[in-house]
């Protein structure tokens, strides 16, 4: 029948009809080799509609390829990264400055800037200028409105339709499409106009000026990758999260002190007490408090009866702040010591990863209080340990105990934690690779010629790129299952990939966390740089594992995790010229500076971040902090979409999408024409 069989399938599940025998029905669809064609037939039903989408994915790859932006280490500074985003690293206002060239005198021009960097701020003191004023502020929304749409219709020549349209606010969607078109698309100007009016009766004229500033930056980046660190240090990773989490494209490369979050929201108790203990030596037990809802009285319970009369001195926090300083040091204290034992029952459930160095309380002489380092007997600056068991130093007292039990229970019950560290997980992994960028938190473990290392992870050993791959397996597999049902054994991989000797997220020999508190000898808290750090600043190497990585050629490796000393001469860039770090202590408790890498069709740059003020002050002073912008290395033709991985997935749609017409032109599938 016009050239295909008809197929007698049963329903399912199988319809008795009246005589009771099994209803059959007639399904025109011949089976076909490859199911993903008629999937694909859903979306484009006719051959017109196939050709016409390869046709625009021909085109795009022609296109110069989209801007991506790579931040690391943010490390909670949410007011930071908010300006960070808001400015796209520096590169709106050249565009903006380019548009209006000869338009805008310097002021006006600044005020369009803070009106895109920080429209809440600028709304909110035109609200009140404007007040008594209605035309005044009827003429300021449309004329900003113009400004606005200048520059998104500046934004949008390298788009196609359909990522516009995802990009803009589905809400003003009908009119931002008539001012995207005006005048070209013939428009009557009254249809502007009485929907501005209407709006502005319901006070809502404003929020379209905080809309088309929105749109305006997720158009300016095609994606936002951070490599690694969204919390710790800094006041709020809860806001950081959220601000991340609104942002239209986001891809995430772990760090270790994400998989602190993520493993401590799972219920691994030594990381609970290393959240704990970190937010509390940097007093910023508001994002647990406050942002997670995370009941943290038993841990001051523990403090207030196991250390009552210990002044803590070697345990005072990093900053000042309300809370009782003596209070704090031992709170400190407590949650140091628990954390030391839970490290220590952690890395005695693995003797395969050889960390018995590092099962530091069994390794002190309780008879004179001191701890031997490489052959050297150091003293305890601090004897005064009254829940350690010299018999068992690891063991829990009953008060310990019941601390961690209520805070396990308030980690793995917190909705909101789970939701961010869901988000985190999901959007998430070790590595990735953009156009000729590697990108990854610090480092693979390798030998001192470069040779990998081998770890065993789920039973195999694993190398190279291949630890990046399985690690990614272990945290999306342990975070599917959630906190009750993940294994043991897949919780604890978090703490090694925060600690390990081998983690490709620490790489470094030992946590010296212990001898920073105990030891007052400054040369026992050194933790030694695994031979990677040297190794990445020879090209030929580097080259090799961005081989090894899927990049063949004119691959750069881009990693964070560890802080570059600008104040020191220290260059982001390596000596080979193919690699760079950009970790620029972006929090305050590092430096607070930063680094954006700009991944652009024309080659890279960096932006360096200063210190800038809080964003009403830059409002009201009419501040705009621009990053110094330096040039990694240029392509001599402009990199296009069909030279990236994008590029290669349209190729592979384009082939399927070949495949649907062939197979409507041989009646392997039926189209849907419309009457």
Same mark, same amino acid.
């Given at each position: ?142 004329? /900003? ?7 998104? +219709? *500046? #934004? =949008?020549? !390298?788009?196609? $339709?359909?990522? @516009?349209?995802? &990009? ?91 998989? /602190? ?7 691994? +108790? *030594? #990381? =609970?007490? !290393?959240?704990? $203990?970190?937010? @509390?030596?940097? &007093? ?91 052959? /050297? ?10 829940? =350690? ?287």
């Amino acid at each position: 029948m016009l050239g295909h069989s008809i197929h007698i399938r049963h329903a399912i599940p199988p319809c008795k009809g009246g005589a009771g025998h099994p209803f059959w029905y007639i399904d025109p669809r011949p089976p076909m080799a490859d199911p993903a064609l008629y999937l694909l037939s859903e979306h484009y039903p006719t051959i017109a509609a196939a050709a016409s989408e390869i046709a625009a994915l021909r085109a795009t790859k022609e296109l110069p390829k989209g801007v991506i932006h790579v931040i690391s280490d943010i490390h909670g500074e949410h007011q930071k990264l908010r300006h960070v985003i808001n400015n796209a690293s520096g590169r709106l206002r050249p565009i903006v400055a380019e548009i209006f060239a000869g338009a805008l005198d310097a002021s006006a021009l600044q005020e369009l800037m803070n009106v895109l960097y920080y429209p809440a701020e600028v709304i909110r003191l035109k609200k009140e200028s404007l007040a008594p004023l209605p035309e005044e502020r009827r003429q300021w929304v449309r004329a /900003t409105l113009e400004n606005q749409f200048k520059v998104i +219709r *500046a #934004l =949008i020549r !390298t788009r196609r $339709r359909k990522e @516009v349209e995802k &990009l803009a606010p589905q809400e003003r969607r009908e009119l931002f499409e008539t001012m995207l078109n005006y005048p070209a698309g013939g428009h009557d100007p009254t249809l502007i106009e009485v929907q501005l009016r209407e709006l502005a009766a319901f006070d809502l004229d404003y929020d379209l000026i905080r809309s088309a500033s929105r749109f305006i930056r997720n158009l300016t980046v095609e994606e936002l990758i951070v490599a690694g660190d969204i919390g710790d240090r800094g006041p709020r990773i809860d806001r950081v999260i959220d601000y991340l989490i609104q942002q239209p494209c986001v891809s995430l490369v772990w760090g270790n002190h994400d998989v /602190t979050w993520m493993g401590a929201c799972l219920g691994q +108790r *030594a #990381l =609970i007490a !290393t959240v704990l $203990r970190i937010s @509390v030596r940097y &007093l910023r037990m508001f994002q647990l408090e406050e942002g997670y809802g995370i009941l943290t009285k038993a841990l001051e319970v523990l403090a207030d009866s196991a250390y009552a009369d210990d002044p803590a001195i070697h345990f005072k926090s990093k900053r000042s702040g309300k809370r009782d300083a003596e209070m704090v040091a031992r709170t400190q204290k407590a949650v140091a010591i628990l954390q030391f034992k839970l490290e220590g029952q952690t890395i005695g459930r693995h003797p395969e990863w050889k960390m018995e160095q590092r099962d530091i309380l069994r390794r002190i002489n309780y008879q004179d209080f001191t701890l031997e380092i490489n052959g /050297t007997a150091y003293p305890l600056r601090d004897t005064y340990l009254p829940t =350690i068991d010299p018999a068992d130093p690891n063991r829990l007292s009953p008060g310990e105990e019941e601390c961690i039990q209520r805070l396990e229970e308030s980690f793995t019950t917190s909705p909101r934690l789970w939701e961010h560290m869901l988000w985190v997980a999901n959007h998430g992994q070790m590595a990735l690779v953009r156009d000729r960028a590697v990108i990854f938190h610090a480092c693979l473990p390798v030998d001192e010629s470069g040779a990998y290392l081998p770890l065993v992870i789920d039973g195999e050993p694993r190398r190279g790129p291949e630890i990046f791959q399985q690690f990614t397996k272990v945290i999306k597999r342990a975070f599917r299952a959630g906190s009750e049902a993940a294994t043991t054994a897949d919780k604890d991989w978090f703490y090694y990939l925060w600690a390990g000797p081998l983690s490709p997220l620490f790489g470094k020999d030992h946590m010296a966390s212990f001898e920073s508190y105990f030891i007052g000898d400054k040369t026992t808290h050194k933790e030694i740089a695994g031979p990677w750090f040297k190794l990445v600043h020879e090209r030929d190497f580097c080259e090799g594992i961005a081989r090894d990585m899927g990049v063949p050629e004119n691959g750069i490796l881009v990693n964070g995790h560890v802080p570059v000393k600008v104040g020191q001469g220290e260059s982001p860039l390596k000596r080979g010229g193919n690699a760079i770090t950009i970790d620029g202590a972006f929090s305050a408790a590092y430096g607070d500076r930063g680094y954006t890498l700009i991944l652009g069709p024309e080659g890279e740059s960096l932006a360096e971040h200063h210190t800038f003020p809080d964003p009403a002050t830059a409002v009201r002073e009419g501040l705009d902090i621009i990053p110094a912008m330096t040039c990694i290395r240029s392509h001599a033709v402009p990199r296009r979409v069909g030279d990236t991985e994008r590029g290669r997935a349209m190729d592979a749609m384009i082939s399927l999408l070949l495949q649907l017409i062939e197979a409507y032109r041989s009646g392997d599938l039926q189209q849907q024409l419309s009457a």
